[in-house]
């Protein structure tokens, strides 16, 4: 089994006012100072690898969190935003205002971005790329840092919910949500959208009983 943290990148200026996709803005201050605690929160973790998209806001938070674990960031592709074409950067106030809005809202398996990519073939590229490094890490706790679009497709794929329902879903910045994973295993969600302290004692698997019968359970 392999223990999957899914990490949010920190605030950049422009965070929750612009449609950001895949530009190169930066983490502001206020996301440097969340990686940090992030990577405090999780230092106490055997984290194996850290894997990252190449985008600025994603790449500095990796480079924070791989320097508390002792670990250097990868490169993924995989984990790149959604790319939202002409819309990409775009005021989020502006694009509320277009057609297409309340169709990503209430049906975003059927939305596809101007010039870009629909979110089902984000959820299928995010996915293909988890399962790879899934392969590559078996039981192991690996890091991987992403956008909160990604990472919610990724929990609707893991926990079989259908794609239309991933906007029901909350990511917040430098949150971390976990799964165990295992290649054709059943997945499970550990911890989703989390802010608070991460133990290693809390990812040990539970201890091995005598049953009366003198078996083990």
Known sequence: MTTLLLIRHGVTATTGRRLGGRTQAELSDAGREQARQLG??????PVRA??????????????????AVGREPVACDGLLEVDYGR?????????ARTKMWPVIQARPSLAAFPDGETIRSAQLRASDATETLVARHPRSVIAAVSH????????????????DGFQRLHVAPASVTVLA????GRPALLRFNDDG?????????????????????
Do not use: H, M, N
């Open 148 to 163: 909160a679009d990604v990472i919610k497709a990724l929990v609707a794929f893991y926990l079989s919910l259908p794609l």
């Open 50 to 67: 850290v894997y990252s998209s190449p985008l600025a806001r994603t790449w500095q938070t990796a480079q924070l969190v791989g320097a």
């Open 181 to 184: 994973l295992s290649a054709g």
């Open 87 to 95: 819309w990409t950067d775009r005021p989020l106030k502006s694009v």
């Open 197 to 217: 302290p991460l133990r290693a004692a809390d990812f040990r698997p539970p201890r091995r009983v005598a049953t009366a019968k003198g078996s083990k359970s």
């Open 40 to 45: 405090e929160r999780i230092a106490d973790l």
